[in-house]
């Protein structure tokens, strides 16, 4: 660790709120130091998520990031190099994926400190790039079909309808993977250039965004839905409403303020109808979970494109621009 430690790494980073791609600064950093629990990672790969970009535009603000300068960046998998005191489970040498904290980032850089809670082991069937894909998008898709929508992956339950908007992209095509373990008819949206590679996925019908049917989430066989995974924005209630079952919901995973005025009204009318706001809890048995899946060959990572570190501001500018096919990784 000693020559490593004397050594600036690369890293990017942006200083304030605003800016978009532009405002990303390459710069050299020292290596970080992990702490008691933490374990210091030479990044292979790192996905990105609206989120990354969307704390850069102050969303959230104050709450993220946790100070400026900020790396931002948190789906990271590599190899470890060091681990603090406490962390039991891993050692120099082992491959790992993770998601780090959004407060804190640090996963656009040639090294990143994870937190041992949040790292799980990464087997060789599983490529790095893939693995990157799978923390905050893949674990977001679980949470929404398990949590949110009460499938059983395992498929056990009993049929249900499921919609999966956006289902091109980094967490829909995730989604419709997962919906088609349990017992689930998908019905999906997506761009017309899309449908075949929506289908592939497993999607049992796919609807063209862009068209009268697709923009009133009609599906084709006449099926309402019992849960809708909502992975774009701009949709009201009024076009999901006539589309539930009886006890349908739509979980969101972009609420904005009338979705929670929607999700408020629902309750305290008692409406059998729900919107229901989600968001991630990321829980490393469930990475696991998914890791497994894509050493089965159960479930796949597809990959946008791929950006070196030195061009990390086009994978930022491709995320901002949402038009990305699956998941857009950077590497060093
Ligand atoms: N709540 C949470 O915890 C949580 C976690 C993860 C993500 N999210 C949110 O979930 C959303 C989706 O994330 P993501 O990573 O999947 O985004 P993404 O990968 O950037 O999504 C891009 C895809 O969306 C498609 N798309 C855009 N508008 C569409 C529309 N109206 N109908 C159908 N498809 C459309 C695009 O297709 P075309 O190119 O054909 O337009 C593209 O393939 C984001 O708002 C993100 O912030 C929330």
Not at 282 to 302: A, C, I, R
Request: charged letters at 20%.
């Amino acid at each position: 660790m000693a020559t490593l430690a004397a050594k600036p790494i690369q890293a990017v980073r942006y200083d304030s709120y605003g800016g978009g791609a532009a405002a990303l600064k390459h710069v050299e950093v020292p290596i970080p130091t992990p702490k008691r629990n933490e374990i210091l990672v030479k990044l292979e790969a790192l996905a990105l998520n609206p989120f990354d970009w969307k704390i850069q535009k102050g969303v959230v603000r104050p709450i993220y990031p946790r100070k400026f300068p900020h790396i931002p960046g948190t789906d990271v998998a590599g190899e470890v190099v060091e681990v603090g005191q406490g962390v039991s489970k891993f050692k120099a040498g082992d491959k790992v994926v993770a998601t780090v904290s959004h407060a804190t980032g640090g996963g656009l850089a040639e090294f990143v400190v994870t937190g041992e809670s949040l790292t799980v082991a990464r087997p060789p069937e599983v490529s790095a790039a893939e693995a990157a894909g799978l923390p905050i998008a893949g674990l977001t898709a679980h949470q929404a079909l398990t949590q949110g929508a009460g499938i059983k992956l395992d498929g056990t339950g009993k049929e249900a309808n499921i919609l999966v908007t956006a289902a091109s992209g980094g967490v829909g095509h995730y989604a419709v993977q997962l919906a088609k373990l349990g017992n689930t008819h998908v019905t999906a949206t997506c761009g017309a250039r899309n449908i075949e590679f929506v289908k592939s996925l497993g999607a049992d019908e796919v609807l063209d965004y862009k068209t009268p049917e697709g923009a009133a989430l009609k599906s084709p066989s006449g099926r309402k839905y019992d849960a809708v995974i909502h992975c774009t924005t701009g949709i009201p209630w009024s076009t999901f409403e006539p589309n539930l079952s009886k006890n349908g919901k739509v979980i969101d995973l972009t609420p904005g303020p009338a979705a929670f005025l929607t999700s408020a009204l629902k309750k305290i009318t008692f409406s059998s109808k729900k919107l229901v706001p989600l968001f991630v809890t990321p829980k490393s048995e469930n990475l696991e979970y998914l890791v497994n899946l894509v050493k089965e060959g159960k479930l796949k990572t597809v990959i946008d494109s791929k950006h070196p570190l030195s061009k990390a501001e086009d994978a930022w500018a491709k995320s901002i621009d949402g038009h990305a096919t699956g998941k857009i990784v950077v590497e060093p």
